[in-house]
């Protein structure tokens, strides 16, 4: 049987774009519209299983509907940009998936799925539509189903002339009748005044359509409704017109070119390796191992004992730990390429050599390597303490490209086209599949690994000198990489007991909760079960279901927050969540990283992978422990200093990216307010709301706050108002309020933007580079979102490479200064150290000095800080 699916385009974007969070993946880019629709897709390929498939969307804004009424759709709200963004790669998704999609100039999607439709029907076809709009409803019969998407997007309600006549009492052909006489706000239908649906239908169960009613006018019951129905006739006909879905649009394609055939799975994976869908990769099993490529012939030596006339004073080193996790994890061999030749040295020989551990540690001994910090780190938990690099490929590669994959050597050499080095995966395997190869096999792929640094460390450093990043690469990163290392092998100590201590105390606080629960709801039930949740509360308490799955009740949180005020019960059953994710994800997931050895956690900070500079941490993620509710604040009293008598030092920079902004801006405005030392929201709300200091209330400043801060991320007054739970035209006013104010942060985003138009780059205060290939493109919703990149990258990337540069300076400071104080952790724009009491009232001068001096900007920086027993104390 021939099954054709048509996919209302537009109206299911929509429906995923507002039914998710504003989701975006690592490089900025907005992602829930696409990741709904993703999931609705394959929903549809798994239970639908269609031969024939067709996504339809609309061509434009103005159509032939409006030649008959000129408003029709007016007052529509301008698509949110955060939703504009992400129509190109749904496009990309539905080419990955060899998805035909059309479109028609002049005519609605609605007209295209009307006309296959009906041209399937006719051949015998069995015809599904999806969408979020009931128009559609009115194309149901006995071999077309409706799917209508509800509040979610994977959920949907599906309708057949049997459950438009259960539900609305009527045929699917009367829908435009119905719609006529009602009309329909959403796309600006008039229909007749005073007639809502329940009328409506009681009049088209009695008289059929709008015609037959109208010629019928003397049969109607009711005063008001018959003067309508005879003033506004003809605007009943047009809405009935207007309503009409075609039936025989002039496409251009036929029911053969929707033909469905399936995916590619390598195109797949790669676009969701790029919108940041984990989750979603976990359902494609894994393709067929890529064959090894053709490499040239490398001689090479396996060594049997180190000697010192291999060891030269220049060459590139190879320290290979394979394990993610490089602080638990065995380093299986090492190799060297140097003027002497290829060299491997297994790990056993090498690490027991004096004479390779010496050069190791000599500073003079430059080395090139692939992710220095990896390399000094799986160094020291064996004792060595390796000095002298000067060249980091990974680094020096980030640096000239951060959006480009930087996973191993072969991928970085690949865009030289340096091809005599093979992928880890190929060599290793991947997954539960993954297995360290033979000796002979593992020593070829190291010496092929050290000799691409080799070959490929002038061209790098070349590169970096015609961006003038060499200073960058060698004056910031390069000795960043080695105050992180000794950070990740110091680790912070946790007091486990307190971590334990407080999961008991979370117990108890979800068991007394759970009992409140109980005594609400007036029985005992699994709260974590979404089934007799919803059963409890939307059957025995009466709460409105305001979103249903296949399963049963939405439970889901923005279903809960919604119902909150309705029910004490919901707000209880919302933090009881909180607090379970709480106990399994920070308490449980703490617990299970805490060194057996060291009694700390050991952190990995990903050097090289944000486009912005900034550092982010894994393994575990120090960085995104909750702090909004209290208990989560209180996991931090589980970090604490590493010896007796000493104490957690935390400073943060103040507002350091609107400082930055008044810097790069050069507004005088903004200046000023920061030289002198007003509070910037507290003026910002002056400002947008035009009232003194005195009168700007706490709504105000978090108003203007978010406006402060969402100007530094190029928000658009959808987002803005989507934060504040504000209208987009208030939220618009602020905006333009704003920008009034400070004329100097409007004109430095415009100059910007055509900046990076002539250059397709954009840098930061020490040259940091971000490449916007979209900047000029002729789809204005990649434009669009590569212009706000544009502008708020100098932002971010500067304050990144600003508190980069003080810790750098903090640790040499601190070394010269003979303090025993250490830097711990970096979150963002604070820094976490420990330090004996005896040395707190030196650091409280010494820290902010270096810190608010590292770099020299047109306004001060500013730092606070504070210091406890514990990492909680120190806010």
Known sequence: MKKLVLIDGNSIAYRAFFALPLLHNDKGIHTNAIYGFTMMLMKILEEEKPTHLLVAFDAGKTTFRHETFGEYKGGRQKTPPELSEQFPFLRK??????????ELDRYEADDIIGTLCTQAEKEGFDVKIISGDRDLTQLASDHVTVDITRKGITDVESYTPGTVKEKYGITPAQIIDLKGLMGDASDNIPGVPGIGEKTALKLLKEFGTVEQLLDS????????????LTQYRDVALMSKQLATILRDAPLAITLEDTKYEGYDVDKVIALFKELGFQSLLGKFAPTEQEQPAHLNAISYTIVKEVTKEMLTDEAAVVVEVLEENYHKAPILGFAIANEKGNFFIPAEIALSSAAFKQWLEDDKMKKSVFDAKRAIVALRWKGIAM????????IASYLLNPSQSTEDIASIAKTKQYTDVQPDEIVYGKGAKQKVPDESALAEHLVRKAAAIRALKDTFIADLKANEQYALFTELELPLTLVLADMEFLGITVNVERLKAMGQELQGQLQSLEKEIYELAGQAFNINSPKQLGTILFEKLQLPALKKTKTGYSTSADVLEKLAPQHEIVEKILHYRQLGKLQSTYIEGLLKVVHEDTNKVHTIFNQALTQTGRLSSTEPNLQNIPIRLEEGRKIRQAFVPSEPDWVIFAADYSQIELRVLAHIANDENLIAAFQNDLDIHTK???????????????QM?????????????GISDYGLSQNLNISRKEAAQFIERYFASFPGVKQYMED????????????????????????TSRNFNLRSFAERTAMNTPIQGSAADIIKKAMIDLAERLQKEGMRARILLQVHDELILEAPKDEVEQLAKIVPAVMEHTVELRVPLKVDYHYGPTWYDAK
């Open 752 to 775: 910007i933007v055509q900046q990076a138009k002539q250059t397709g780059y954009v840098t930061t205060l020490l040259h940091r580079r971000r490449y916007l290939p979209d900047i």
């Open 387 to 394: 000095c002298g690099v000067d060249f980091d490929l990974l």
């Open 701 to 713: 400043r978090r108003h203007a706050k978010a406006v402060n801060f969402g100007i530094v991320y």
């Open 93 to 102: 998704l539905l080419e990955a998936y060899h998805i035909r999609t059309y």
């Open 684 to 698: 910002t709300a002056m400002d947008i709301f035009h009232v003194r200091a005195e009168e700007v209330t706490q």
């Open 217 to 228: 006018l003397e049969q109607v019951s009711g005063k008001k409704v018959k003067e309508n």
